[in-house]
């Protein structure tokens, strides 16, 4: 069939030959998944070599003379949006290649394993110096990395743009300068509020996983249209992969106690699942399927997560869902639970922190990366930066490293540049609330019917999923907002929701 999308011959061209590249992807991402969720462990040995084989072999495919010379035959031809973003994403991840020479990439890969294994000792011990000289090298990798990736102006620039394309440091702190002073004022304004309570009788409320499980399906089953491309399973970290355009799997985790985390978590990885699966057919097999802004991704999961799944009217509509899966929770009411799952709650857990902590946690991050690749700090120095940061910004400190500077498994990832799109992602999702329901109506009463859900998710897919990776996050708010993006929006959505809770 004739793909209505892309006409260009010598794009169609080089999309025949990327197939190939595609293919490899397609099972890759099948071994990491298999890897994550039921592979015995000692399969770990052998599946990282391959893996790691095929990452070489793609390479050297996308490497090869002729699909170099037809991206570059590109240059000067006319072509459409969707055409001009193969190619831009094809010449993102040529530069990659292409600027990085191999023996660097096999120190990075090599520092990053051996990181990974110590991170976690580290972190089971509480013990940072094990951990220190890792980070040390990670960040003197990464620093080498920006230099031969190149930048204009800072070197944690080519970082940031690794994982949201063009995203820079300047950008990043006109953001958290935006919203700093402001989510710090509601911060204490919930702080002094009568109806301020840390602890909440139900996070301690077990319940039986398989019942839980049975529960999650029938979720999914209530709001997805079409469960013949969609799996969930359980990990250790939630995660969803997108393994072909219709066949995405998606995990939860089962702690035991407080349904609300399992139930938020299938929520969030939904949103990321949804995404890739309601992109336009005609992208099937190439670069730009799916969403690859992290940015982007990050708002649809933070939208079904936070402003479906935790309204008060969705909850209300599986109730009894709830109670059924966990009788327990009768003694409940949905007001009762509502407030629960909304519940500011100052922590020291990033993954734990609620709706408007959650940037705070982030802009630690942001700063205390910056300054690493700055040079302003040493990694020594770093543990009580980290707690005297936590301290002025959340009022609490960190009494040991596990909850503290070793709690997150970025860093021992070489992931550094990744946290800021965590929470511009989330400030994405009030604008989508807002451009919803300007056009189709409250959310909280969109959320009460199946046909309403089915409308929430045919404007996402008309608007943002069918788009694939066409557009960088600042065009898609332009073209569907028609203005630009405002970290203020996040603000505005936050103080109306919890001056409303508290
Ligand atoms: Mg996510």
Redesign the pocket.
């Known amino acids: 069939m004739e793909n209505t999308l892309i006409k260009n011959p010598i794009i169609l061209q080089i999309l025949e030959k990327y197939r190939i590249i595609w293919a490899l992807n397609h099972l890759g991402a099948l071994g990491h998944w298999d890897m994550e969720t039921y592979m015995p462990q000692e399969g770990a040995r052998a599946r990282a070599e391959a893996l790691a084989k095929i990452s070489v072999l793609n390479q050297s495919l996308f490497l090869e003379k002729d699909f170099v010379s037809l991206i570059h035959e590109v240059e000067g031809e006319k072509l459409n949006d969707n055409e001009k973003a193969i190619i831009r994403v094809l010449k993102r991840t040529l530069k990659y290649y292409q600027k990085l020479p191999p023996d660097f990439i096999e120190e990075f890969t090599r520092v990053v394993n051996e990181s990974n294994v110590e991170w976690r000792k580290a972190r089971s011990n509480n013990d940072f110096s094990l951990f220190a000289p890792y980070l040390e090298k990670i960040i003197n990798l990464s620093k080498k990395k920006a230099d031969l990736l190149g930048y204009t102006e800072h070197p944690y620039d080519a970082l940031l743009d690794e994982f949201e394309e063009g995203l820079t440091t300047k950008e990043v702190e006109a953001y958290f300068s935006k919203i700093k002073g402001p989510l710090i004022s509601l911060l204490n304004y919930i702080k002094a509020s009568s109806k301020y309570k840390i602890e909440h009788e139900l996070e301690k409320e077990s319940y039986d996983t398989a019942r839980m499980s049975a529960l999650n399906h029938k979720l999914l089953k209530k709001i997805h249209y079409n469960l013949n491309h969609l799996r969930l399973d359980v990990s250790a970290h939630p995660f969803s992969s997108s393994i072909a355009p219709s066949d995405v799997r998606m995990t939860t985790r089962y702690e035991g106690t407080d349904f609300t985390r399992t139930y938020s978590s299938v929520m969030?990885?939904y949103g990321?699942a949804l995404y890739d699966l309601q992109s336009h057919e005609d992208l099937y097999f190439t670069p730009i399927h799916g969403g690859s802004s992290l940015i982007i991704?990050?708002s649809q999961?933070r939208f079904w997560e936070n402003i479906v799944g935790k309204s008060k009217e969705f909850l209300q509509s599986i109730y009894e869902d709830i109670v059924e899966a966990s009788p327990e929770l009768k003694k409940y009411s949905i007001d009762q639970i509502y407030t629960h799952i909304n519940r500011v709650k100052p922590g020291l857990i990033r993954v734990d922190a609620d709706e408007v902590t959650y940037h705070l946690h982030i802009m630690i991050r942001f700063e205390v990366e910056k300054a690493l690749i700055e040079g302003r700090i040493k990694v020594s120095e770093l543990a009580e930066f980290w707690n005297d940061k936590y301290e002025s910004y959340l009022g609490i400190r960190p009494k040991t490293y596990s909850e503290g500077i070793l709690q997150d498994v970025h860093w021992s990832h070489g992931s550094v540049g990744y946290f800021p799109t965590?929470s511009m992602g989330s400030a994405l999702s009030a604008v989508w609330k807002k451009e919803i329901e300007g056009k189709l109506g409250k959310i909280s009463d969109l959320v009460q019917t199946e046909e309403g859900i089915r409308k929430i998710q045919n404007w996402l897919k008309d608007h943002i999923h069918q788009h694939g990776s066409t557009y960088l996050y600042q065009e898609l708010v332009m073209r569907i907002s028609k203005r630009e993006f405002k970290p203020e929006e996040l603000i505005e959505y936050l103080e109306e929701k919890y001056k409303n809770l508290y």
């Open positions: 969030h990885e990321h991704h990050e999961s965590y």
